[in-house]
C-alpha cells in the first residue's frame, strides 16, 4: 500500500491559489492518485485524478513530476467556500486497498 | 444525477443492540466500499467488494462486525452488539473496480452508542 503525507492544515486568503502537496514514496507503476474533497457532515467528493505530469479540469489543477513520489493539488482563486479537508488517495489498477491519509484542511479567510 | 444513498441517516442506541446499515450503490457500479470516519482515526477502511463478493474486509472487528451485499442493490453493514466504541460515521461507497476507479460517496449514517 502507497502510504500518503499530507500537511495537516493550510491556511489561505480570498482569491489567492492554494498549493497542497502530498507525499506518495511507494506507489507502485499502475497507481492513480485522486483527490477527494469533505465538508463536514459530508463523503469526501471526487476532486481531480492522474497519473503522471498535469491534469486540469474545471475546479483544480493536479501536477505529478516524474517520479511520481509526491503530486501538487493547486486550487486557483479559492474561495471561502473551499474551505474543507482534502485527501489525497493512491490505489491500484484492482480498486483495491487503498488507504486516505489523514488530509489536509483548508481554512480559506476572507 | 446517480448518487449513492445510506440509511438511516442518524441512529442512536444502547449499547449492547444490534444495528444494520444499508447503501445502495449507483447503479451499475460493481464496487462496493465500507468507511467509518471517526476525529482520532480518519477514514478507515472497513471493507470492500466486488461484484458482490468479499475481497477484502480486514480493517473491520470480525467479533461484531459483519457486512454483507445481498444483490447488488444493497449492501449492509451490521454490528452485534455495538459498543460505545463504535460511535462513528460510516460511508458507503461505491465505484466502478478500476485503477482509475472513483469513489463515490453517500452522505454517511452517524451511529450513537450510548
Known amino acids: 500500500l502507497a502510504k500518503t503525507t499530507q500537511p495537516i492544515s493550510m491556511d489561505s486568503y480570498e482569491g489567492q491559489e492554494v498549493n497542497i502537496t502530498c507525499s506518495h514514496n511507494n506507489i507502485a507503476t499502475n497507481d492513480y492518485i485522486t483527490w477527494y474533497q469533505q465538508f463536514p457532515s459530508q463523503g469526501p467528493r471526487f476532486i481531480i485524478q492522474?497519473?503522471?505530469t498535469k491534469v486540469t479540469n474545471e475546479v483544480a489543477s493536479l501536477f505529478i513530476p516524474a517520479d511520481r513520489k509526491s503530486s501538487t493539488l493547486s486550487l486557483p482563486r479559492v474561495s471561502l467556500s473551499d474551505t474543507a479537508v482534502y485527501y489525497c488517495l493512491v490505489s491500484g489498477p484492482n480498486a483495491g486497498k487503498s488507504t486516505f491519509g489523514d488530509g489536509t484542511t483548508l481554512t480559506v479567510k476572507p | 444525477d446517480a448518487r449513492v444513498t445510506q440509511t438511516p441517516r442518524d441512529k442512536v442506541t444502547e449499547m449492547g443492540q444490534e444495528v444494520t446499515m444499508r447503501c445502495q450503490p449507483i447503479l451499475g457500479h460493481n464496487t462496493v466500499f465500507w468507511y467509518r470516519q471517526t476525529m482520532m482515526q480518519g477514514l478507515e477502511l472497513l471493507a470492500y467488494?466486488?461484484?458482490?463478493?468479499?475481497?477484502?474486509d480486514s480493517g473491520m472487528p470480525k467479533d461484531r462486525f459483519s457486512a454483507e451485499m445481498p444483490d447488488a442493490t444493497l449492501a449492509t453493514l451490521k454490528i452485534q452488539p455495538s459498543e460505545p466504541r463504535d460511535s462513528a460515521v460510516y460511508f458507503c461507497a461505491s465505484g466502478t473496480g478500476t485503477g482509475k476507479d472513483t469513489q463515490y460517496f453517500g452522505p454517511g449514517t452517524r451511529l450513537t452508542v450510548l
Open positions: 467488494f466486488r461484484n458482490r463478493a468479499p475481497l477484502d
Open positions: 492522474g497519473y503522471k
